[in-house]
């Protein structure tokens, strides 16, 4: 069962063959970056003793995940999710892990209640801007959806347009 799983993990994990080799060899890197990154935070999440905390990294895991995904089937979309792999998630994991330390200290003072508020508020600033690299990483498959909706919709009603006219008769 074990092998069977990781054959069907690894065959769902395989990139495009569209892409160029190099492109493949660089997008794998940041997608095993960015996917090391992620079980940190998820190892990270489990030690955390704010309920409200624990519900925003894993709102914030979710998305990141979904990222990841969508660039694992579409390489060409890292170049929309890169700044946020580069900048935002590096910074993100590591403010994670401090937090859990910090909050985890039998002692504390203003200064670092302080600290963890900031971190509180920062993390759910950076999960909203999360969702919206998730939403502009979709763009492309949104706007294609409507499209072939749109495009469903006026064949549709050509052909009841034609059901619907009337016959003609054979001496006209």
Not at 14 to 32: F, H, N
């Given at each position: 069962m074990?092998g069977?799983?990781?054959?069907?993990k690894?065959?769902?994990?395989?990139?495009?063959?569209?892409?160029?080799?190099?492109?493949?060899?660089?997008?794998?890197?940041?997608?095993g970056?960015?996917?090391?990154?992620?079980?940190?935070?998820?190892r990270?999440?489990?030690?955390?003793?704010?309920v409200?905390?624990?519900?925003?990294?894993s709102?914030l895991?979710?998305?990141?995940?979904?990222?990841i995904?969508?660039?694992?089937?579409?390489?060409?979309?890292?170049?929309?999710a890169?700044?946020?792999?580069?900048?935002?998630w590096?910074?993100?994991?590591?403010?994670?892990?401090?937090?859990?330390?910090?909050?985890?200290?039998?002692?504390?003072?203003?200064?670092?209640?302080?600290?963890?508020?900031?971190?509180?508020?920062?993390?759910?600033?950076?999960?909203?801007?999360?969702?919206?690299?998730?939403?502009?990483?979709?763009?492309?498959?949104?706007?294609?959806?409507?499209?072939?909706?749109?495009?469903?919709?006026?064949?549709?009603?050509?052909?009841?347009?034609?059901?619907?006219l009337?016959?003609?008769?054979?001496?006209?």
């Amino acid at each position: 069962m074990w092998g069977v799983s990781a054959v069907m993990k690894r065959r769902h994990r395989r990139l495009a063959a569209d892409v160029p080799t190099e492109e493949q060899a660089y997008v794998r890197s940041q997608l095993g970056e960015a996917r090391a990154l992620w079980k940190r935070l998820r190892r990270a999440r489990y030690r955390l003793r704010s309920v409200a905390m624990w519900q925003t990294v894993s709102r914030l895991s979710a998305i990141v995940d979904r990222i990841i995904r969508a660039v694992e089937q579409k390489p060409h979309q890292l170049r929309l999710a890169q700044p946020f792999f580069l900048n935002e998630w590096p910074t993100a994991v590591e403010m994670v892990e401090k937090y859990v330390y910090l909050s985890q200290q039998p002692v504390q003072n203003a200064e670092m209640a302080a600290a963890l508020q900031q971190t509180e508020r920062l993390l759910g600033e950076l999960t909203e801007a999360a969702e919206r690299q998730l939403l502009e990483v979709l763009s492309n498959d949104v706007w294609s959806l409507q499209t072939e909706a749109k495009m469903l919709e006026q064949s549709l009603h050509q052909s009841s347009a034609r059901l619907h006219l009337p016959l003609s008769k054979k001496g006209e």
